[in-house]
């Protein structure tokens, strides 16, 4: 049996800068120990799936985690100097689900 269900998270960057995929997982991280801890970090198994270079990106936590990593991606508003804001389109279950929300 499964501890945990993944959700799927469609976020979209908006900013005057490109970001590549390891500077973005790497301001996740940081953003995510500040306000959670090494305890709360852990618990959230969070992935980055897909990132583009213009600024769509899918993002897998577990469903209990789904408000918390919301919360860490609505708190960073910049990167490597860079003013950023970083919208969640929606959460799905499946990654296809989630690419739905691209389509618009």
């Excluded at 919360?71 to 690419?99: C, D, H, M, Q, Y």
């Amino acid at each position: 049996m499964k501890l945990y269900r993944n959700r799927y998270v469609a976020f979209k960057i908006i900013s005057e800068a490109n970001f590549s995929e390891e500077d973005i997982v790497h301001c996740l991280w940081r953003m995510l120990l500040s306000l959670f801890g090494e305890v709360g970090g852990s618990r959230t198994n969070f992935w980055l799936i897909e990132y583009s270079e213009e600024g769509n990106g899918i993002l897998r936590c577990t469903h209990t985690s789904v408000d918390i990593m919301k919360s860490v991606l609505a708190t960073i508003t910049e990167l490597n100097g860079f003013p950023l804001i970083i919208n969640v389109l929606g959460v799905s279950g499946t990654i296809k689900g989630v690419r739905r929300f691209f389509q618009n």
